[in-house]
């Protein structure tokens, strides 16, 4: 894709940065899928700005947020 759609070295560095955290999140949010007793599927919703950088959607509606 970089190929394709070449990026600044900045925006790349920005990027992966970026990615590094949402991997963070993604395993936290694993645990906590597993952790859930009626194992319905779980929403993660990512955040840039705010108090929290995800938040956690559980079964019956209950949420977590995740500050960083």
Same mark, same amino acid.
Do not use: N
């Given at each position: 894709?970089?190929?394709?759609?070449? &990026?600044?070295?900045?925006?790349?560095?920005l990027?992966?940065? /970026?990615? @590094?955290?949402?991997?963070?999140?993604?395993?936290? $949010?694993t645990? &906590?899928?597993?952790?859930?007793?009626?194992?319905?599927?779980? /929403?993660? @919703?990512l955040?840039r700005?705010?108090?929290y950088? $995800?938040?956690?959607?559980?079964?019956?509606?209950?949420?977590?947020?995740?500050? /960083?």
């Amino acid at each position: 894709m970089l190929l394709i759609y070449p &990026v600044s070295k900045q925006w790349f560095k920005l990027v992966a940065e /970026r990615l @590094d955290a949402v991997a963070v999140l993604y395993c936290r $949010a694993t645990l &906590v899928a597993q952790a859930d007793p009626e194992q319905p599927p779980l /929403r993660v @919703d990512l955040y840039r700005q705010g108090p929290y950088d $995800a938040l956690l959607t559980l079964s019956g509606g209950r949420s977590i947020g995740v500050p /960083r």
